[in-house]
């Protein structure tokens, strides 16, 4: 018997409309799908603004710090977010999740944002 724990990701989705909306899940392919679909398990939000492209995908780990990480995520600005999503690179603090590379700074190590 396994005991294997799902491996959680922190994901971005643009919007017909342009908007960024982010979200955790175990199988991104699968939650993306229910957002496209509209349906009973989509996001509020992505039923009122239709999705349009998977955007960014990161595996996280834990639930808990999949969701600490969204948290952060959805704290940055745009500029910060599109820069996330251009590199396709984000870094984190492994407890607290706080996001702790600025991605508007190539990679120099700046305080947590």
């Known amino acids: 018997m396994t005991t294997d724990k799902p491996i959680w990701s922190v994901y971005m989705i643009r919007t017909v ?48 710090l999949s969701q600490r990480v969204e948290y952060h995520l959805k704290r940055l600005s745009r500029d910060q977010k599109e820069t996330v999503i251009k590199k396709q690179m984000l870094a984190f603090d492994a407890e607290t999740g706080k996001i702790t590379v600025s991605p508007i700074c190539d990679g120099v190590d700046r305080d947590a944002i």
Do not use: N
């Open 17 to 64: 409309d342009g908007c960024l909306y982010s979200g955790v899940s175990t199988d991104v392919a699968r939650r993306y799908g229910e957002h496209l679909a509209g349906g009973p398990r989509a996001a509020k939000y992505l039923k009122a603004h239709k999705p349009h492209s998977l955007v960014f995908c990161m595996p996280i780990g834990s639930r808990s």
